[in-house]
């Protein structure tokens, strides 16, 4: 059975779940921390000799040399396919709900979240919207308030939205 992911839900099962976040808290593997810099044991070769690029969300084994996106590190790790592994890391996605019919759905003239965009590509999000996506959802969901996945992308989402504040006020600011 094969099935077609979207181009938008791949980029943000590559993107949006955090790689250290998906090593050591979703797979559980045997991390390290050694002099400040996070490493992790390789899923192919087991060695240490390993790194993470959070801004790239990539991981690194230098031994086998080696790549890794969260999907390639879900099919490595877990040792099952393309599809499979999609399948697990779609339950993880900071925005997904626990019922299918909730995500949001995109319109014409909006972007893949279901949000209006712009012209230069960028999607326009309330204030209300990104809090209310932020909300748990209950008990037993991946996205619940005692979920470190979950929190870590919180903080991600509001460093983010620090950061574009702060070009605003740049960008509106006379000099």
Same mark, same amino acid.
């Not at 899923?43 to 993470?52: E, I, M, N």
């Given at each position: $059975?094969?099935?077609?992911?979207?181009?938008?839900?791949?980029?943000? *099962?590559?993107?949006?779940?955090?790689?250290? @976040?998906?090593?050591?808290?979703?797979? &559980? $593997?045997?991390? /390290?921390?050694?002099?400040?810099?996070? /490493?992790?044991?390789?899923?192919?070769?087991?060695?240490?000799?390993?790194?993470?690029?959070?801004?790239?969300? *990539?991981?690194?084994?230098?031994?086998?040399?080696?790549?890794?996106?969260?999907?390639?590190?879900? $099919?490595?790790?877990?040792?099952? &396919?393309? +599809?499979?592994?999609?399948?697990?890391? #779609?339950?993880? *996605?900071?925005?997904?709900?626990?019922?299918?019919?909730?995500?949001?759905?995109?319109?014409?003239?909006?972007?893949?979240?279901?949000?209006? +965009?712009?012209?230069?590509? +960028?999607?326009?999000?309330?204030?209300?919207?990104?809090?209310?996506? $932020?909300?748990?959802?209950?008990?037993?969901?991946?996205?619940? @308030? @005692?979920?470190?996945?979950?929190?870590?992308?919180?903080?991600?989402?509001?460093? +983010?939205?620090?950061?574009?504040?702060?070009?605003?006020?740049?960008?509106?600011?006379? #000099?």
């Amino acid at each position: $059975m094969s099935r077609r992911f979207s181009p938008q839900l791949l980029y943000a *099962l590559r993107n949006d779940i955090p790689i250290t @976040a998906l090593i050591e808290d979703i797979l &559980g $593997m045997p991390i /390290r921390r050694v002099n400040g810099y996070f /490493r992790f044991g390789c899923p192919d070769c087991d060695g240490f000799h390993t790194s993470v690029n959070p801004g790239k969300n *990539l991981a690194r084994c230098f031994d086998c040399r080696k790549n890794f996106n969260p999907i390639d590190m879900v $099919m490595c790790r877990r040792k099952i &396919g393309f +599809t499979k592994s999609v399948q697990f890391l #779609e339950k993880h *996605l900071p925005w997904q709900s626990t019922k299918r019919e909730e995500k949001p759905r995109s319109t014409p003239g909006s972007g893949p979240s279901g949000h209006k +965009t712009t012209g230069d590509n +960028t999607s326009l999000y309330s204030l209300g919207e990104v809090l209310s996506r $932020m909300v748990p959802a209950g008990k037993g969901d991946p996205n619940s @308030a @005692a979920n470190p996945v979950h929190i870590r992308n919180i903080i991600r989402r509001l460093d +983010t939205l620090e950061q574009k504040v702060a070009i605003l006020l740049k960008f509106l600011s006379p #000099e």
